[in-house]
Structure formats: structure tokens, C-alpha cells
């Protein structure tokens, strides 16, 4: 089993929908994926039909099993909500020992870690991949602080990348400048099927197949099972 995790480098960096979108590519790829969602916001469900006015998750410790709290879309994809409690103390210990029960027989689990900004408590997840999302734009990068560029720092992740943008273009040469800075080599295009995507209440790859967003998180699925067969630290 692997566990992976994304997290944004800021507020509102797509690090959610990413999420729901490959765990959707990773499962019509084969594999058996479990989303859990780390986020008191708890909207990683969203993506999934779930119904807006629910609160079951993880977070709800009503004396009932976890495990109750996790709802199936098909043999190869589940997902476990927050539930929005809004406790840090609750958020910060985290699903608690059921998980490893719960995940059980899932080929991969992908953890909704939200933003890194502020940086919330968060128990050890014991991730075999991390990845920093980053919305390609100004401010995002200005936001990045020496420990961001460090060799061992997670990879990058660009997000809402537009090559039609000489300014965009610019800010991906500046991060390739930096010889110790890790990103991933597939990144997500500016895609308007993302937004529309979350109104139906589906994952992108579902709502629009022919979609730049679907064959960019194809790309990232097959990224991340390319790293995890062998089995090193993904360096792009």
C-alpha cells in the first residue's frame, strides 16, 4: 500500500480537487484508492456526490466505528470525510488506529492534507509521497522561503499552469533555476472543467474525459505509480 499526501503551499491552491482527481485516474489505472480527507473544511467529499448537509467523518468521535463514516463509489474508490468538527486538538490526531484497519486492502490512500499556511497540526501519516501544490502565479511564489527550496523539501506540484502566459512561462524558469528545487515533471494546466467539475459534484476525470484536466492527472497518476514502483524519493 501506498500512502500519499498533497498539501498546498497556500489558501485556495487546488490541493482538494487534485486530490478527488487522481484518486478517480489512479483508480480507472487499476489500483484501489482510499481519499481521506484531513481538512476540517471538509469539501474532499464534495467531489463525490456526497450530500452538503452530512457530518459523518472521522473527526465525529460519537463512540461509532470510523470505518462507518467511509461510503464506497466503486470497488476501486472510496473516501473518508472529515466531518467537519472543528477542533485542532481532534484534527491534529487524526483518524486514529481504525485507519490502518480501514485501509486494509486499498492499493493506495490519498491524503487531503489542505493548506501548509498556516501549517495546522497534523498527526504522522507516515507518507511514502508528498507533494506541494503550487498555484502558478505571483504571489505563490513569492510565498516560497529558502526551507521551500531545500534539496529535501517534498517536490512541487504546479498547478493551474497557462504556457500561454509569458508571465507563466517566466515563473516556471525561475523554479527550474533552483538546482536543489524538486518539481514534478507533469503539470496541471488553467483548466475551467476543474470549477464545473465541482458544481456537478463529481471528479474532473468523470465530469469531462476529454478534458486537458483529466489527461494532465492521467499524467500525474502515472507519475506518481512510475515513482512508487521504484521505490525512491520522486525528484520529478
Known sequence: MIRAGL??????????????????????LGKSVLCVDMCASNQLRLHF???????????????TDVRSACFELSSKLAVLPHGGHRDADITAQGPGPEL????AGFDWVL?????????????????????????????????????????DAPPL???????????QRDLVTLLDSFSDLATVSQKVHED?????????????????????ACQDLTGLATWCLSHAAHGSAPRG
Open 7 to 28: 498539501r498546498g503551499m497556500r489558501g485556495g491552491a487546488g490541493c482538494t480537487s487534485l486530490t478527488a482527481g487522481l484518486a478517480y485516474s489512479l483508480s480507472l
Open 49 to 63: 456526490n456526497h450530500p452538503l448537509q452530512a457530518v459523518e467523518g472521522w473527526s465525529r468521535r460519537d463512540g
Open 192 to 212: 475551467p472543467a476543474f470549477e464545473e467539475a465541482l458544481a456537478s459534484k463529481m471528479p474532473v476525470g468523470y465530469y469531462a474525459s476529454q478534458s486537458m
Open 100 to 103: 490502518e484497519a480501514l485501509t
Open 111 to 151: 491524503f487531503d492534507l489542505g493548506s501548509s499556511s498556516p501549517a495546522p497540526a497534523r498527526p504522522d501519516l507516515s507518507l511514502d509521497i508528498e507533494l506541494r501544490v503550487l498555484p502558478l502565479d505571483v504571489a505563490a511564489v513569492m510565498r516560497l522561503d529558502r526551507a521551500d527550496l531545500q534539496a
Open 157 to 167: 506540484l504546479i498547478n493551474r499552469y497557462n504556457p500561454t502566459r509569458p508571465l
